[in-house]
């Protein structure tokens, strides 16, 4: 799960640093700026480049990522001026950012599906 979560947050993270620097200030609601644009694509590229080398990286990743933009997040609601102007946030942002660290970290510790044993004639064998 992490790591097709991985290639599909990459490919969004990229599409919308590309839509930052095509609109200039707003992507929808959300302030941007050339350094939030280009935090989007480098976290989209990683996140791809996770995706593609598999599970474990993908989780590590996940779990990182996250817990950086749960803390962009809190620094973005807590006012924290230097981060404020660094990536021109405002409120939308910052609820943008705490829903996508909260994907990242569920992505990240959601345990991976357990294989079942192969079934003959449609009876399975015990594990």
Request: net charge positive.
């Amino acid at each position: 799960m992490a790591a097709n979560f991985c290639k599909l947050a990459g490919i969004v993270l990229i599409a919308v640093g590309i839509w930052g620097f095509i609109t200039g200030d707003h992507v929808l609601i959300f302030h941007v700026n050339t350094a939030h644009n280009i935090v989007h694509l480098l976290s989209g590229v990683l996140a791809f480049a996770c995706g593609l080398a598999g599970d474990r990286a993908a989780r590590v990743f996940c779990i990182i990522f996250g817990s950086i933009y749960g803390l962009v997040a809190l620094l973005g609601f807590g006012g924290v001026d230097w981060v404020v102007r660094a990536l021109h946030l405002n409120e939308a942002d910052n609820w943008l950012h705490i829903c996508i660290a909260g994907a990242f970290l569920i992505a990240g510790i959601t345990p991976k599906p357990r294989r079942q044993p192969p079934t003959v004639r449609g009876v399975q064998h015990p594990a």
